[in-house]
């Protein structure tokens, strides 16, 4: 399918992961890891100079989202694809990824023995179009707007806010915020701010 081994990059927190999907990788002739990065900056300094065709990206770097910096991980240099490997297998995460510019979208709880097809057909084929997308997201039995999720992603983001200071940020009333938190607590069946965060962790909502 390709006359040179296709030139991939593997950037995950996880040193043992990263090692681990590179030995699998360079098993196939078609594949060559060059280069793997445990930290975000590291990758950033790395894409904007060298080349690449293929970045396995993960989402969740020590609780900060890496989709968050793709622009700046293709400042220097957009001519690779991004695979997006992640355990934040859900429709929110995979449609922020696709609108950040994110070619495949692959849960790590999915069968990765097929994974070098996956590599294969990504570079050759052309990326996914951004699409019309909903103004709800359904997440298990819980439909949220997406405008609830950025409040609850904020509550986490800004925990340290007071509601004035918060709905500053949100750039909505402190009335307006204090009814969208009354309508998450009645969704989510939850009574405080606390379990209200801790429900986006649990249902990957919130990279934490």
């Known amino acids: 399918m390709t006359k040179t081994p296709i030139r991939i990059v593997i950037a995950d927190d996880n040193r043992f992961f990263c ?11 078609e594949l060559n890891v060059t280069n793997t990065f445990i930290t975000l900056k ?17 989402v969740n770097f020590n609780g900060t989202c890496s989709l968050d910096f793709i622009d700046e991980i293709k400042k220097g240099n ?8 992640t355990t934040m297998n859900n429709n929110f995460i ?45 997440i298990d039995n819980y439909t ?11 509550l986490f983001v800004h925990s340290d806010k007071n509601e004035k200071e918060l709905s500053a ?12 938190k009354r309508e998450l607590f ?13 429900f986006g962790i649990q249902k990957s909502l919130i990279i934490a």
């Not at 957009?78 to 490997?85: D, M, P, R, T, V």
């Not at 949220?144 to 904020?154: D, G, H, N, P, S």
């Not at 940020?169 to 969208?180: N, R």
């Open 169 to 180: 940020i949100l750039h909505i009333t402190e009335s307006s915020l204090k009814s969208h």
């Open 94 to 138: 995979k449609e922020k990824a696709i609108n950040k510019g994110v070619d495949v979208f692959v849960g790590k709880d999915e069968d990765l023995q097929n994974f070098k097809n996956v590599i294969l057909n990504c570079f050759v084929h052309q990326s996914i179009k951004k699409g019309k997308t909903s103004s709800k997201i359904n």
């Open 186 to 198: 009645e969704i989510t069946n939850t009574k405080s701010t606390p379990e209200l965060i801790k």
């Open 144 to 154: 949220f707007t997406k405008r609830k999720l950025e409040i609850l992603q904020a």
């Open 19 to 29: 090692d681990a999907l590179k030995d699998s990788l360079n098993v196939h002739s």
């Open 42 to 58: 590291e990758l950033i300094a790395f894409t904007n100079y060298q080349n690449l065709d293929v970045l396995i990206l993960d």
């Open 78 to 85: 957009n001519h690779f694809k991004i695979i997006a490997l």
